[in-house]
C-alpha cells in the first residue's frame, strides 16, 4: 500500500516532516537549564533566563507555525520563592519587561494569554501589566500561551479539594457530584484540555510539581538541551517523535487478521 505523503508544516528546510493531523494539541514544556547555561559561560545567572525569554519566542513562533492550540510554560513554581531575593527580583522585572514587549506580536499573530498560579503572590506591577496582557487578547482565537506563575501542582489540586468541600459542606453539592471532571473543572486549568505531549530541557528526570493532574497521559520527553539552546529544529524532531508514538491511554490495541486496530 502506498504511504500517504506528509507534508511539512515549517518553513524551515531541515525540520522533519510532521503529519498535521497527529500533532499535539496541547504542549507543556518544563524550561529548564537557564541558570546552568549562563554559569556555563560564565555569565550572571539573570543572563541565562534573559536568553531563555529569547528561546520562549522562538517556541511560541513555532507553534503558531506548526498549528499548536496550546502551549503551556513552566516560568515559576512555588517552590521558586525560596531563590535568592536578587534573582527573584531579576525574574519579575523580567516578566513586566516581557508582558509590555509582547502585546503587539501576540495580537498580530492572534495569540492569546493566560496566567495559572498564584498570581497574587506577584509584585503588584507585575500583575498589573499581565492583567492588561490578558485583557487585551482575550478574544484572540489562535494559539493559547499559559504561563504557570507561582504554580504547583500539590498546591493546585488542594485548592480544588478544599474548594469541592466546602460546596460539599454546604450543600451546594453532594458527595456523588465530586467526580473527576468537578475536580477538574476546579483547577487553574478548567477549560483547557491536558497536555498531549510535555517537554523537559536539561535533562532532569522528574515534573517538578507540574500538572501532576493533567499530565497522567502526557507523552513525556526529556531533553539534555539547556532552555536557552532549546531551537525550533529540536522542538520539530520531538513533535516528529511524539507522532511514531502509540497512546493507548492505558487500552490494549488489538490487531485482527485483516492487519486493522481495535
Known amino acids: 500500500m502506498r504511504q500517504k505523503k ?23 514544556v518544563i524550561m529548564d537549564g537557564n541558570g546552568r547555561w549562563a554559569q556555563k559561560k560564565l555569565l550572571n545567572r539573570v543572563r541565562g533566563h534573559e536568553q531563555g525569554t529569547e528561546t ?15 502551549l503551556t510554560l513552566y516560568a515559576f513554581s512555588t517552590e521558586n520563592w525560596a531563590r535568592p531575593q536578587r ?3 531579576a525574574l519579575m522585572r523580567l516578566l ?4 509590555l514587549s509582547e502585546r503587539a506580536e501576540f495580537m498580530e499573530k492572534n495569540i ?9 503572590r506577584l509584585s503588584d506591577d507585575v500583575v498589573k501589566e ?3 496582557f490578558m485583557d487585551k487578547t482575550q478574544h484572540n482565537t489562535g494559539l493559547v500561551v499559559t504561563l504557570a506563575l507561582s504554580y504547583g501542582g500539590r498546591e493546585e489540586i488542594t485548592r480544588a479539594a478544599r474548594q469541592l468541600a466546602e460546596k460539599a459542606v454546604s450543600g451546594t453539592i453532594g458527595l456523588d457530584d465530586i467526580s473527576e471532571a468537578s475536580v477538574s473543572d476546579h483547577l487553574y486549568t478548567r477549560g483547557m484540555p491536558d497536555p498531549d505531549l510535555l517537554i523537559r530541557t536539561s535533562g532532569e528526570m522528574r515534573l517538578s510539581n507540574f500538572l501532576l493532574w493533567q499530565a497522567a497521559y502526557a507523552e513525556i520527553f526529556i531533553t539534555d538541551t539547556l532552555w536557552p539552546d532549546f531551537s525550533k529544529k529540536e522542538f520539530a524532531g520531538i513533535l516528529k517523535e511524539y507522532q511514531a508514538r502509540d497512546r493507548r491511554f492505558g487500552k490494549v490495541v488489538c490487531t485482527s487478521n485483516d492487519g486493522s486496530q481495535h
Do not use: M
Open 130 to 132: 499581565l492583567d492588561i
Open 96 to 99: 513586566k519587561k516581557f508582558a
Open 56 to 70: 520562549v519566542r522562538t517556541i511560541v513562533d513555532a507553534c503558531c507555525g506548526f498549528g499548536i492550540g496550546y
Open 6 to 28: 506528509r507534508r511539512s508544516l515549517s518553513s524551515d528546510p531541515q525540520a522533519p516532516l510532521l503529519d498535521p493531523a497527529r500533532l499535539p494539541g496541547h504542549v507543556a
Open 112 to 120: 492569546r494569554l493566560n496566567v495559572i498560579g498564584q498570581k497574587e
Open 87 to 89: 534573582e527573584i527580583s
